[in-house]
């Protein structure tokens, strides 16, 4: 006699529990609780794991059902697109290989291995045989192979990618291979029950290359890249953004403002021109007066620092493949360029016994750091491999964290207020796999952060396994002016570092203690934050923040000296001024600053002259207004004026 099937008790998300007298799937669950809800169906949550709706569920289990409207609807349905973006690829160029194709932020991709050179004509042609898949409406399913019988299958049908990336996988997983129609692939899944599911709102957006596997070493891929959203709208609104985002671009307003370069003799490190610098140093001056406030005491650290250091801070082992170093025969030693400011932060706190009661102490250091970064991945300002840190570390006790935690997070959010950015939100990232230290540490290092941040009144999503090697952290994602996140200033809770490199101090008991560090950043590299501020305002700076305020342009040759005085009026009272004295007409010399974004133009004439006045034009307007000199530098030196120096 064969077994009576089990019975299954399934748990939603409200507590009530249906129960099943045998194995169910996720469109059964949604067929009992509603209708509505089984049309509305995408996929299955079951224990906290996403599972397809026709995949048997044959033990107890928490389930939630996933709709369109939940947030975790826009990776499901930009990983199926990106299998019907495989099929049509092969429907259309037979013998094209598949690679990997996976969901990212905003879109998918697929890496294809072809002879032939996919071109920008291509893609409409793509696209409209992936809106016809879809409107098939082909079924899903499932099936687990041996795994010889994948390999052997793929091999035999020239997909020799696929059958690489089965014999890398680890022995114990399962070998799933997910069918729409008669087209399958190797995946984990998991997949909507049909290809109309996914809906038309997607788009293809560009073709890159791409090594296998992310090394240069290997073979050259072509990828596509596209974006799938829920609905029409959605798409549109993103098409929008990635319209304005083109116009925002940092690198093309670096150029028209003559703000930065990059060049191939240095990758990934950049050239600041003298406004970028500019900008640069009033960006950093202001974060310097914010810390000095707050009871920071500025450090300075070396470059360049034996591999023994990196050794026994855990960075040799972990963080090998990013560190730049250097081989000095004469002394026979390794030496590696800082790819961050921590280990060096703690030979400082070493020099001389500490007591308990000089903590917390905080030192900050805008260091120069470098990385390695694969030169595909890099990015203008926004990804580079030469950076400087806003960096500090706070040496405290235990108790003191909350308070620093809170002090720090306050500092943070004055400083976005004050750079324009009001939409700031926390995400708390926890141990990664890739870690130093044992458990009890890090269940310590994580309750305390989580406490402080409670403390603190933040609300937070957790990250998880995206924490550091060494402790758990805060990360600050801001919003900039047309929607989009970035990820910037960060703290870290480490209760591993500082012992690994022997700092003490003399607790209230007597007894030599570790303290504990933590790790902090508000702008996190000051590149990557010029970036986003540039795209933010589009080059169109506050008062206060743009490396030149003010350009004093002449009318005629004849205004020449009053402009040269005024100019130096201006400029005595701290303000930054240029002048345009060029045997130009007036519009030319408009368009050009306008260009540059140049926030005010004063024009001077010879009425201008004799009366001692400016003709101001404000960027972006049409209209002007006439003023008395003194009466335009006090106008100016009040809005130029930082926020941190405003009565």
Request: glycine letters at 6%.
């Amino acid at each position: 006699m064969s077994a009576e099937p089990s019975a299954v008790r399934i748990t939603l998300p409200d507590g009530k529990i249906l129960p099943f007298g045998h194995a169910v799937t996720g469109s059964d669950i949604a067929s009992a609780i509603g209708p509505g809800l089984a049309k509305a169906a995408l996929a299955v949550e079951v224990n906290g794991k996403e599972w397809d709706l026709f995949r048997p569920i044959e033990n107890d289990a928490k389930v939630r059902i996933i709709t369109r409207k939940d947030p975790r609807a826009l990776e499901l349905i930009r990983h199926d697109a990106a299998h019907v973006l495989a099929m049509a690829v092969q429907e259309l160029f037979p013998g094209t290989q598949v690679t990997i194709g996976p969901a990212i932020e905003d879109g998918f991709y697929y890496d294809f291995a072809r002879n032939e050179p996919f071109t920008p004509d291509d893609l409409p042609k793509i696209e409209a045989r992936m809106h016809e898949i879809v409107a098939r409406d082909l079924p899903t399913r499932r099936v687990v192979w041996p795994r010889d019988q994948a390999i052997q299958h793929f091999e035999s049908i020239g997909e020799h990618y696929k059958a690489e990336l089965i014999r890398g996988l680890p022995p114990a997983e399962e070998i799933s291979i997910y069918y729409h129609g008669d087209w399958h692939d190797l995946c984990r899944g998991p997949h909507f029950v049909s290809t109309g599911k996914i809906g038309q709102a997607f788009r293809l957006t560009k073709i890159a290359g791409a090594y296998w596997r992310g090394d240069a070493r290997n073979a050259q891929l072509q990828r596509i890249y596209g974006t799938a959203w829920r609905d029409d709208k959605e798409l549109e609104d993103y098409l929008k953004r990635i319209e304005e985002a083109e116009k925002r671009d940092h690198r093309r307003l670096g150029r028209e403002m003559n703000l930065f370069h990059m060049q191939e003799e240095a990758v990934g490190q950049v050239f600041w021109h003298p406004k970028g610098y500019t900008l640069y140093r009033v960006l950093e001056d202001y974060v310097r007066r914010k810390l000095n406030r707050s009871g920071y005491r500025e450090v300075r650290t070396p470059q360049l620092i034996d591999r023994k250091l990196w050794e026994m801070s855990g960075h040799w082992a972990k963080y090998r493949e990013h560190m730049f170093v250097a081989e000095v025969e004469e002394e026979e030693k390794t030496l590696a360029i800082k790819p961050m400011n921590c280990p060096a932060h703690v030979q400082i706190f070493k020099q001389g016994t500490k007591s308990y009661r000089e903590l917390p102490l905080r030192l900050a250091e805008f260091g120069s750091c470098h990385r390695y970064e694969p030169s595909g991945a890099l990015h203008g300002l926004m990804r580079v491999r030469a950076f400087t840190q806003d960096d500090a570390h706070i040496f405290c006790t235990h108790e003191q964290i909350s308070d620093e935690t809170i002090a720090f997070c306050r500092l943070l959010m004055e400083i976005y207020r004050d750079l324009g950015f009001e939409d700031v939100h926390v995400k708390l990232a926890t141990r990664p796999d890739n870690r130093i230290g044992g458990d009890v540490i890090w269940d310590l290092a994580e309750q305390s952060l989580e406490t402080a941040t409670k403390q603190a009144r933040l609300n937070y999503t957790i990250n998880p396994g995206e924490g550091a090697f060494y402790g758990p952290k805060l990360e600050f994602v801001l919003r900039d002016s047309i929607g989009r996140e970035w990820q910037c200033g960060t703290l870290q809770v480490d209760f591993n570092m500082a012992e690994r490199l022997g700092a003490s101090y003399i607790a209230e008991d007597g007894a030599k203690h570790a303290p504990v560090m933590l790790h902090r950043a508000i702008l996190g590299s000051m590149e990557r934050f010029i970036g986003v501020l540039i795209e933010h305002y589009a080059g169109k700076f506050p008062l206060w923040v743009a490396p030149v305020q003010a350009v004093i342009a002449t009318v005629v040759s004849d205004a020449d000296a009053y402009a040269n005085e005024a100019a130096a009026a201006l400029t005595a009272k701290g303000l930054r001024v240029d002048s345009d004295l060029r045997n130009e007409k007036i519009n030319y010399k408009v368009r050009e600053h306008s260009l540059a974004k140049v926030p005010y133009l004063l024009v001077v004439g010879r009425r201008e002259a004799e009366n001692r006045t400016l003709m101001l034009r404000k960027l972006g307007s049409d209209a002007q207004e006439s003023l008395a000199l003194d009466a335009a530098i006090s106008m100016l030196v009040e809005e130029a004026t930082p926020p941190d120096s405003r009565a």
